[in-house]
């Protein structure tokens, strides 16, 4: 977006105005030391990028590897309708809002939903918190994991896209007969994921998709894993951007699996506490 376009966009919500103080102050470190910077993230994502597929392994694999167990039915063999349905309403809105599209990328962004719902499917999980929500499609596969369940919960936070119309859409993927197990944080994680710590403060599962800089993940990562139950699993999404998730690792003194998309592009990495 253009900077008066974003000035524009948080000087209409007041309820952002933190999170624009943190955008701005950003931006000026980057101009002030932006070649250091730069050269910096570079040597991290390449590094990242060496760590994650020196391990990779696929989907099927890296649920053998969590769960011990393989054979298992996919998400789309048990929930078929609900996934058609899911991509038809992100393919319209995707025509619809180009600004959107362009933003999160075909299909709202739709990460690696198969290893969440196993994942959650294995833990028989009741509660679940994820950070980052966009169409809402990780959010669907926990939601259809914690349905299996009584008293499933759901906690999500969510920091919108910064164009004029992304609010109304986020979680745009979520069927009405899911919601009721859901409450959505539409605040950035320095704030929204406090709150829904204090919502929920401990879980089975929790789902990192937001912040991706290094240090905005070595802020919230420890929070996470300390509500964490034992035997609970920590998954995180593009772990390949820097080297956070490895060191992440390295403190908790824990071995992950690195999961490749199925695209081939990008990593998630999981841990069981």
Same mark, same amino acid.
């Given at each position: 977006?253009?900077?008066?376009?974003?000035?524009?966009?948080?000087?209409?919500? $007041?309820?952002?105005?933190?999170? @624009?103080?943190?955008? +701005?102050?950003? +931006?000026?470190?980057?101009?002030?030391? +932006?070649?250091?910077?730069?050269?910096?993230?570079?040597?991290?994502?390449?590094?990242?990028?060496?760590?994650?597929? %020196?391990? +990779?392994?696929?989907?099927?694999?890296?649920?053998?590897?969590?769960?011990?167990? %393989?054979?298992?039915?996919?998400?789309?063999?048990?929930?078929?309708?609900?996934?058609?349905?899911?991509?038809?309403? /992100?393919?319209?809105?995707? /025509?619809?809002? $180009?600004?959107?599209?362009?933003?999160?990328?075909?299909?709202?962004?739709?990460?690696?939903?198969?290893?969440?719902?196993?994942?959650?499917?294995?833990?028989?999980?009741?509660?679940? =918190?994820?950070?980052?929500? /966009?169409?809402?499609? %990780?959010?669907? /596969?926990?939601?259809?994991?914690?349905?299996?369940?009584?008293?499933?919960?759901?906690?999500?936070?969510?920091?919108?896209?910064?164009?004029?119309?992304?609010?109304?859409?986020?979680?745009?993927?979520?069927?009405?007969?899911?919601?009721?197990?859901?409450?959505? =944080? &539409?605040?950035?994680?320095?704030?929204?994921?406090?709150?829904?710590?204090?919502?929920?403060?401990? @879980?089975?599962?929790?789902?990192?998709?937001?912040?991706?800089?290094?240090?905005?993940?070595?802020?919230?990562?420890?929070?996470?894993?300390?509500?964490?139950?034992?035997? !609970?699993?920590?998954?995180? &999404?593009?772990?390949?951007?820097?080297?956070? @998730?490895?060191? @992440?690792?390295?403190?908790?003194?824990?071995?992950?699996?690195?999961? =490749?998309?199925? %695209? !081939?592009?990008?990593?998630?990495?999981?841990?069981?506490?």
């Amino acid at each position: 977006m253009p900077k008066v376009s974003i000035l524009d966009w948080f000087l209409r919500r $007041p309820r952002y105005y933190r999170q @624009f103080g943190r955008v +701005a102050r950003d +931006a000026l470190i980057r101009r002030i030391s +932006a070649t250091a910077r730069e050269n910096s993230e570079g040597a991290s994502r390449a590094a990242a990028q060496r760590w994650c597929a %020196s391990r +990779a392994v696929d989907t099927d694999e890296a649920v053998r590897l969590v769960t011990s167990r %393989s054979g298992h039915q996919s998400i789309r063999q048990t929930h078929e309708q609900v996934l058609q349905t899911a991509e038809k309403a /992100a393919q319209e809105l995707d /025509a619809r809002v $180009p600004a959107l599209a362009a933003h999160s990328g075909p299909l709202g962004g739709a990460g690696n939903v198969e290893i969440l719902y196993q994942l959650a499917e294995h833990l028989r999980a009741t509660r679940a =918190i994820e950070t980052g929500v /966009a169409y809402g499609w %990780s959010s669907l /596969a926990l939601l259809l994991s914690l349905a299996n369940r009584e008293n499933g919960r759901l906690v999500s936070t969510d920091m919108p896209y910064l164009i004029p119309v992304a609010e109304r859409y986020v979680g745009a993927v979520v069927p009405q007969q899911l919601r009721a197990m859901w409450t959505l =944080i &539409d605040q950035p994680d320095r704030e929204g994921l406090p709150r829904a710590l204090e919502t929920l403060p401990e @879980f089975d599962l929790c789902h990192y998709d937001s912040d991706k800089s290094h240090s905005g993940r070595l802020w919230a990562y420890p929070l996470l894993w300390d509500g964490l139950r034992p035997g !609970g699993v920590f998954v995180s &999404d593009d772990i390949g951007d820097n080297t956070a @998730f490895e060191e @992440f690792c390295v403190a908790v003194g824990r071995e992950p699996s690195v999961v =490749i998309y199925p %695209s !081939g592009e990008k990593y998630t990495g999981v841990i069981v506490k």
